[in-house]
């Protein structure tokens, strides 16, 4: 049976939480462009992949929480929250855990994501993070 454009979303937020990026990088398109909750945007799969090991190393327990879903052709808005927890000389202080409401599109073409929006508040993680690296 095909893949929905929603299943495709789903099992990208499973890779992301898994922290797996070999996957994350089979089911990015070659021109995929993330764009983060201020705008910034990173294009291409290649430049993704090392973003991606690059924020798992700073949030070693990074995950997102999907409660609501929903879709419109390839396009997919799903609705929750991210959390984790900044990582400090290797270790996962409590108080440097977060948890935030998040929401995200994909844009699914030949059964791959090729675009991933955050949209956040990412305001306390930053507030997390100037406090330890300050």
Same mark, same amino acid.
């Given at each position: 049976?095909?893949?929905?454009?929603?299943?495709?979303?789903? $099992?990208?937020?499973?890779? !992301?939480?898994?922290? @797996?990026?070999?996957?994350?990088?089979?089911?990015?398109?070659? @021109?995929?462009?993330?764009?983060?909750?201020?705008? *910034? $945007?990173? +294009?291409?799969? +290649?430049? =993704? @992949?090392?973003?991606?090991?690059?924020?798992?190393?700073?949030?070693?327990?990074?995950?997102?929480? /999907?409660?609501?879903?929903?879709? *419109?052709?390839? /396009? /997919?808005?799903?609705?929750?929250?991210?959390? %984790?927890?900044?990582?400090?000389? %290797?270790?996962?202080?409590?108080?440097? +855990?977060?948890? !935030?409401?998040?929401?995200?599109?994909?844009?699914?073409?030949?059964?791959? /994501?090729?675009?991933? +929006?955050?949209?956040?508040?990412?305001?306390?993680?930053?507030? !997390? =993070?100037?406090?330890?690296?300050?």
């Amino acid at each position: 049976m095909k893949k929905t454009p929603a299943d495709i979303a789903l $099992e990208f937020v499973d890779h !992301i939480n898994s922290h @797996d990026t070999a996957s994350l990088a089979n089911v990015m398109t070659e @021109d995929f462009l993330f764009v983060d909750g201020l705008g *910034q $945007e990173v +294009r291409g799969w +290649r430049k =993704m @992949d090392l973003g991606w090991k690059g924020y798992f190393e700073l949030f070693p327990d990074y995950s997102i929480r /999907v409660d609501d879903l929903f879709a *419109q052709g390839p /396009v /997919v808005g799903l609705f929750g929250y991210a959390e %984790g927890t900044f990582a400090a000389g %290797g270790e996962l202080p409590k108080e440097n +855990r977060w948890k !935030i409401p998040a929401a995200w599109k994909a844009v699914i073409r030949d059964g791959l /994501v090729a675009e991933w +929006r955050v949209y956040a508040d990412n305001e306390p993680v930053w507030k !997390i =993070m100037r406090i330890k690296r300050y």
